[in-house]
């Protein structure tokens, strides 16, 4: 059993920045592959941003050039930097660990964009 421990949501005006983390209870990063995902009130949750095992990554054409995901083995974590951010971008924010039949999820944290 995996568990995932997000942080770095909160409140934040258009155009501002976040950085989310998503700590994980024992090290997988270098095996598992690792998402963001989104849900906004009302809407399907959506993958946001992937990075694999091997450290490709990939987006969703809503974020891509303003969010950025990366990670760290040696901090079992990985983080999602956020830029110019958008009142679209309103969602709760999910980190997803995934491996074969196994998929691990966090807790959720809550963004808020708006002025």
């Known amino acids: 059993q995996v568990q995932l421990v997000e942080s770095g949501g909160g409140l934040v005006q258009p155009g501002g920045f976040l950085k989310f983390s998503c700590a994980a209870s024992r090290s997988i990063f270098s095996i598992y592959a690792i998402c963001w995902y989104r849900q906004a009130p009302g809407k399907q949750r959506e993958l946001v941003a992937a990075i694999t095992s091997g450290g490709s990554t990939n987006y969703a054409d809503s974020v891509k050039g303003r969010f950025t995901i990366f990670r760290d083995n040696d901090k079992n974590s990985v983080y999602l930097r956020m830029d110019n951010l958008k009142p679209e971008d309103t969602a709760v924010y999910y980190c997803?660990?995934?491996?074969?039949?196994?998929?691990?999820w966090g807790q959720g944290t809550q963004v808020t964009v708006s002025s």
């Open positions: 997803n660990a995934a491996r074969g039949p196994n998929s691990y």
